[in-house]
């Protein structure tokens, strides 16, 4: 379970004022920090503009050119190049670390130990051995640590979820889940180092399909994965095929193109997964489809599958809210640590998938099964 964090309260050494009659209490703003400010903190940024609680104070990145137009962009305060000295002059109440995975470990647990609540983007860690400490740190700390897993937010997710709650599909047997490009090897940031990123698609769009697939079975405990992994596309020049991201670095390209994987779950019930930048298929996309003994669901194109009064049953639904999975990801956070309510992304879930991730990889590379304790 996530540790339950008290909701914010900004120390002080004066006694509360009394608010004046008929004026209303001024609201608490969140003093948020961000490091990392390229990519999905434009996509936090914009999402958090939208609430009147949330202040925004300091931002930290090695480059001074991004750092500068996200400044004038979202009106921060301060900006600074080094995290450490953010958090020695910086007052602030929460951070979002939106660096490559090499860079969640250290500076979440530096900003646990400067009193902040934390929002990690996904994955969780290059590995669970990270993810762990950073979990306990926040314990120890009594502060939040949210996973940013927006793909759980989309209504489609929570149709499927509350079928699965409601034991309409019965007992949850297998999902079937694939993160699937056949020519999207990203040519830019370090999306193609396995030392900076722990891995190619598995890692990197394979971890969203897995999540929400594992969130709407319930959260299964995963107890052992195996998987395989390739690469025969991805460590050649670019120039032989057309393709939308033409030019990545084929010459220092580390990670796999395809990845497979097969996972077992204490309840029984089973998971297999595909994830690549660069596999011959059709179609592509991120999706998953879950199967009960009672029934089944499909996400992409929402669809619940029943046996009703002899017949076999399609079910699609008449309506599903506006998918504002982004907007509800940094809601979700801000409501947590600022107004008490529970964490729907806890970083427990964060560190259940970085297991199953570290197990594939390892299977991959040992050719067998693999147990997550």
């Given at each position: ?11 002080s050494?004066?006694?509360a004022?009394?608010p004046?009659a ?9 003093r948020l ?21 949330v202040?925004?104070?300091a931002?930290?990145?090695v ?5 500068a ?25 929460a ?24 929002l ?7 590995n669970a ?10 314990k120890?700390?009594s ?9 759980r ?8 979820k ?7 599909l ?19 940031g370090?999306?193609?180092?396995k ?10 769009i394979g971890?969203?399909a ?8 319930g ?9 395989a ?25 580390t990670?796999?193109d ?8 204490e309840?029984?019930a ?34 619940l ?10 079910a ?25 309510k ?11 998938i970085?297991?199953i ?5 390892m ?10 304790d």
């Open positions: 379970m996530a540790a339950k964090a008290k909701p914010y309260k900004r120390a050494n004066k006694p004022a009394k004046r008929g004026k209303a209490r001024r609201q608490r703003k969140l920090g961000v490091i990392g400010v390229a990519g999905i903190a434009g996509y936090q940024l914009k999402n958090l503009a939208q609430r009147n609680d202040q925004y104070v931002l930290c990145d480059n001074e050119e991004a750092l137009s996200r400044k004038k962009e979202f009106g921060f305060q301060q900006t600074y190049a080094d995290w450490k000295e953010m958090f020695a002059k910086a007052d602030l109440d951070v979002s670390i939106c660096t490559p995975n090499y860079l969640h470990h250290r500076p979440t647990l530096d900003a646990l130990a400067a009193g902040c609540h934390v990690i983007e996904k994955p969780l860690a290059m051995r990270e993810g762990q400490e950073m979990v306990d740190a926040a120890r700390a502060k939040h640590l949210t996973i940013g897993f927006q793909f937010f989309d209504p489609r997710t929570q149709m499927i509350s079928a699965v709650e409601a034991g309409s019965g007992e949850i047997l297998y999902a079937r889940v694939w993160a699937l490009r056949r020519r999207g090897i990203p040519n830019w370090m999306f193609v180092r030392d900076l990123q722990g891995g190619g698609p598995m890692i990197d971890v969203h897995i999540e929400m697939a594992h969130y709407a079975m959260l299964p405990k995963p107890v052992a994965a195996s998987g992994t390739y690469t025969y596309v991805g460590d050649k020049p670019s120039d032989t095929v057309a393709c939308m991201w033409p030019g990545w670095d084929h010459k220092n390209y990670v796999e395809l990845a497979t994987g097969y996972v077992r779950f309840s029984g089973t998971m297999t997964i595909e994830a690549s930048f660069a596999a011959h298929t059709s179609p592509e996309g991120l999706d998953f489809t879950v199967m009960g003994a009672k029934g089944g669901a499909h996400y992409a194109a929402p669809k599958f029943y046996d009703r009064d002899g017949f076999m049953l399609d699609t639904p008449a309506y599903l809210p506006p998918n504002e999975m982004f907007k509800t990801k940094m809601d979700n956070f801000v409501d947590c640590v600022l107004h008490g529970p964490d729907r992304s806890p970083a427990e879930h964060g560190l259940m970085q297991k991730l570290d197990a594939i990889y299977s991959a590379e040992t050719h067998k099964e693999v147990a997550i």
